[in-house]
């Protein structure tokens, strides 16, 4: 069974600064990756995906993944506070059975 | 932008009722799905559908039944509730097409006392 964790469980930042947070699973026939934020009380919603290596660039957000290393991330440039909320990485190998990371809360002080 | 909608929003149950949870898409996904979100577990697949007709298990589908009558609707049936499925609920759809992104609904907070 596909395991995915994240790190760091929590991280607080300053307003402006670089985020970078991280995922890691264990199949390397997984095909999909992508990133959620959830907002307290709310929805996960999808940020950013990606299904080849490199990196793909999105506004202040930017993927990057390594299936060779079973790795993937998530950048975040010039910190907002309301980018606080909690980080969830998902991985599927299929587009049918989804797996998510427990997440990674993230506060982002002005 | 993709709508899920989910019925009923909190629910307080007894432990041997039976809850049924509901979900409602718009989008003509084909894929639907239930997740559980506890502190310290983040979210667990349940069971997810291909589309009208099929349910399938995903990763701790003991004590849940799923049911998907038409392309919008999925329900999630618990027929003897126990304290241990207290959470919160949260149902997605999505589609292998593009980008495969799924879209949640807003949540279902149960309790069951």
């Known amino acids: 069974q596909q395991k995915v964790q994240q790190s760091p469980e929590s991280l607080i930042v300053p307003e402006g600064a670089m985020t970078s947070l991280n995922c890691t699973f264990s199949?390397?026939?997984?095909?999909?990756f992508a990133w959620y934020r959830q907002h307290s009380g709310k929805a996960p919603k999808a940020l950013m995906s990606i299904f080849s290596n490199g990196e793909k660039e999105e506004g202040r957000f930017t993927i990057h993944l390594n299936k060779a290393s079973l790795h993937f991330s998530l950048h975040i440039r010039d910190s907002q506070p309301s980018d606080s909320a909690l980080y969830l990485c998902?991985?599927?190998?299929?587009?049918?059975?989804?797996?998510f990371g427990k997440g990674t809360s993230l506060t982002v002080i002005p | 932008e993709a709508a899920v909608t989910q019925s009923p929003r909190n629910k307080v149950a007894v432990t041997g009722g039976k809850v049924t949870l509901s979900c409602n898409q718009t989008n003509n996904h084909n894929n639907m799905y239930w997740y559980r979100q506890d502190t310290g577990h983040g979210l667990r697949l349940i069971h997810y559908?291909?589309?009208?007709?099929?349910?399938e298990k995903g990763d701790i589908p003991d004590g849940y039944k799923a049911s998907r009558p038409s392309q919008e609707n999925f329900s999630l049936i618990l027929e003897l509730a126990t304290p241990s499925q207290t959470s919160v609920y949260f149902c997605?759809?999505?589609?292998?097409?593009?980008?495969?992104?799924?879209?949640f609904g807003p949540g279902t907070r149960l309790t069951v006392l």
């Open positions: 559908s291909y589309g009208a007709g099929s349910t």
């Open positions: 998902a991985v599927s190998m299929g587009y049918q059975n989804f797996y």
């Open positions: 199949d390397s026939a997984s095909q999909y």
């Open positions: 997605a759809s999505g589609d292998r097409l593009g980008d495969a992104e799924q879209f």
